[in-house]
């Protein structure tokens, strides 16, 4: 008893000391943020009454929150630079792909934050910022520019059909197609500009575009997984998700009405039903792999998904739907 007394007071010391110093730390953090912007707002980047520059590069976490504060600085012109035109709610993205939460509920657009419809200018300028949609190839630090070229990406009824899994990894996940004319033609910002691109100038520059998902040199990952960090992702194996429900259940059905006679060596058409048994095993097997937040909460949701909506709507498949992390 008396070895365990110490024991007990030392952790809940420690259990003491954890739930005052969360507050404490998330409190420094705040101020240590609202400080620089605050003293930021009391000086210009000259004494001619030019607004400050600030070019933001991202639409994520990080973007977002020096975003929230700049647009409330009237000293500051504010550029945000992203091929995303919103921010993602990433921990709700393995909800949206298989419809606990709709794709809608979890982005919020970046120009909702530039709203100035209160205090517009009379010449249509914008009194607190912009938003360019586009994606930065090159920083001149010396020359305080960006490089950035147009998301020129248009949809148009002559395009052909691309594969999805493609077009979102070009789109979101990885570097920009080689520039094409945009139109109408070329382009200008700030005085200089090619085809496609444009030059930006900066007093200050904030690059939070993130990372892109490793696939640490894996054979096969890129032509055969799915990713899940952009909307667009989740959307695209929400598709794939019911694909294979939808077909591992037809063939249940075509098992079921087949009155037998599988050919001259399987009369009666085991052999066949053993095979369409194979494929609905196969095309119900869904494989998670990577243990983070995002790979166990996906998981997480498909088990709910497939305890309460497949059971529901797809009885042929009651207790052949696994999901392996």
């Not at 998670?288 to 497949?310: I, Y």
Request: glycine residues 8%; contains cysteine.
């Amino acid at each position: 008893m008396f070895r365990a007394f110490p024991q007990v007071t030392w952790r809940r010391s420690l259990g003491a000391a954890a739930l005052l110093s969360a507050p404490v730390a998330a409190y420094a953090a705040v101020t240590t943020i609202n400080d620089e912007w605050d003293a930021s707002k009391k000086r210009k980047t000259s004494g001619n009454g030019t607004k400050e520059k600030v070019v933001i590069l991202g639409s994520g976490w990080a973007a977002l929150e020096v975003l929230r504060k700049a647009v409330q600085n009237p000293d500051l012109d504010v550029t945000v630079v992203s091929p995303r035109p919103f921010f993602l709610y990433t921990p709700l993205l393995a909800g949206a792909t298989v419809g606990t939460v709709h794709h809608a509920n979890i982005i919020e657009p970046v120009r909702k934050f530039f709203d100035s419809s209160a205090d517009q200018d009379p010449e249509g300028a914008d009194s607190k910022g912009r938003f360019i949609q586009a994606s930065a190839l090159e920083i001149d630090l010396a020359n305080r520019r960006v490089v950035v070229e147009l998301f020129s990406d248009m949809i148009t009824p002559a395009n052909p059909r691309e594969n999805s899994r493609e077009k979102a990894k070009r789109q979101w996940g990885g570097a920009s197609p080689a520039a094409s004319p945009a139109e109408p033609g070329e382009v200008t910002v700030g005085g200089s500009a090619v085809a496609g691109r444009a030059v930006l100038e900066y007093d200050r520059l904030v690059v939070a575009v993130g990372a892109q998902t490793a696939t640490f040199n894996i054979p096969g990952v890129e032509e055969h997984a799915f990713f899940l960090k952009e909307l667009d992702h989740s959307a695209i194996l929400q598709q794939r998700l019911l694909q294979c429900l939808e077909r591992a259940s037809a063939l249940q059905a075509l098992s079921a009405a087949s009155s037998g006679g599988g050919g001259d060596g399987d009369p009666d058409g085991r052999a066949e039903k053993a095979e369409l048994e194979r494929e609905v095993r196969k095309l119900v097997h869904f494989v998670v792999v990577g243990g983070g937040p995002t790979g166990v909460e996906l998981s997480a949701e498909l088990m709910d998904f497939v305890r309460s909506d497949v059971a529901r709507l797809f009885p042929s498949l009651k207790g052949k739907v696994r999901v392996t992390l």
